[in-house]
């Protein structure tokens, strides 16, 4: 059974970080790419990055040079580093996996999300 349980969010200061933690059954983590996506009040879920079990990664643009996505395929465990926080990125984080990095947000393979809040 798959299973994606993220950890880490919180309530933190405008210019503060946080690291978010998804851990991932072995089944699912060592050949798949993993991803966080987000989702604010009112607004669609979006992609914020993704990691192939290789390493390379992708972001979207709002988080790039403040977030960073790693892996730590010993532990099936993703990271996401999340620096110079905004208020706008206040929202439930969500940890997915797929079989490929284009593929993220496809599957049925989410996490039960962790709340980010940033005060300004």
């Known amino acids: 059974q798959v299973q994606l349980v993220e950890s880490g969010g919180g309530l933190v200061q405008a210019g503060g970080s946080l690291r978010l933690s998804c851990a991932a059954s072995g089944n699912i983590f060592a050949r798949n790419a993993m991803g966080w996506y987000r989702q604010a009040p009112g607004k669609q879920r979006e992609l914020v990055a993704g990691i192939t079990s290789g390493g390379d990664s992708k972001y979207a643009d709002s988080v790039k040079d403040r977030f960073t996505i790693s892996r730590d395929n010993a532990k099936n465990t993703v990271y996401l580093q999340m620096d110079s926080l905004k208020p706008d990125d206040t929202a439930v984080y969500y940890c997915?996996?797929?079989?490929?990095?284009?593929?993220?947000?496809?599957?049925?393979?989410w996490g039960q999300g962790t709340q980010v809040t940033v005060s300004s």
């Open positions: 997915t996996a797929a079989f490929r990095l284009d593929a993220l947000g496809t599957t049925d393979y």
